[in-house]
């Protein structure tokens, strides 16, 4: 278990170094902190080490996501690449192929009814992410992570008295939504 932390504690020094340097964001101590905090979590929650493995590193990748989407309101192409190699271990090909299509689906749909309502990279990420969580998980990652975004947003739009139609950065919200669908796996 130990080595699981160090790997953690590790990991999140090199995420902030990523951070700092392509994309000029410092979030140390915060990147490191929630590496340990992801890594116990699945420790805790799988007994397979490969499940350990891919979660972790899904996880830092959607912290990442979070992060630069956060700061730049822009998800990179990378981040969707690597969550689709990341779909190689352990992978159910059928089921990650009906969640590559029918998962991002709602978010596209959202997104030609209401232009600016969802960007193409929320898209794209949820499109690698039902490929990683296939069809039933990512459809349930999908659903938690609008409700945390509705109920967050509904609060700070009302303690900041902003104009509902003011748009958002989704990645957050859709990397907290697949973190607990895949613990939940």
């Known amino acids: 278990m130990i ?9 999140g020094i090199l995420l902030n ?34 499940m350990i493995i891919k979660g972790f590193l899904f996880s830092e990748v959607l912290i990442f996501t979070s992060i630069v989407d956060f700061k730049t309101r822009t998800i990179p192409n990378t981040v969707h690449i690597v ?4 779909s190689i271990i352990n992978i159910n090909l059928l089921q990650s192929m009906l969640g590559f299509i029918v998962v991002p689906l709602p978010f596209l749909l959202a997104a030609l009814l209401e232009p600016n309502s969802i960007g193409g990279g929320d898209i794209k990420l949820m499109s690698a992410i039902g490929f990683l969580l296939e069809v039933k998980n990512g459809l349930i990652a999908g659903m938690i992570s609008l409700i945390i975004a509705v109920a967050i947003n509904s609060i700070l739009y009302k303690l900041k008295r902003k104009d ?18 895949y613990i939940n796996i």
């Not at 509902?164 to 607990?180: Q, R, T, W």
Request: proline share 3%; charged share 10%.
């Open 3 to 11: 080595y699981y932390i160090i790997t953690a504690i590790f990991t």
């Open 17 to 50: 170094l990523i951070l700092g340097k392509y994309f000029k964001i410092k979030k140390y101590p915060l990147t490191v902190i929630l590496s340990i905090i992801i890594m116990f979590i699945l420790i805790r929650t799988f007994d397979n080490q490969l």
């Open 83 to 86: 969550i689709l190699l990341l």
């Open 164 to 181: 509902k139609s003011e748009s958002f950065p989704l990645g957050l919200y859709l990397s907290i939504g697949s973190f607990v669908s």
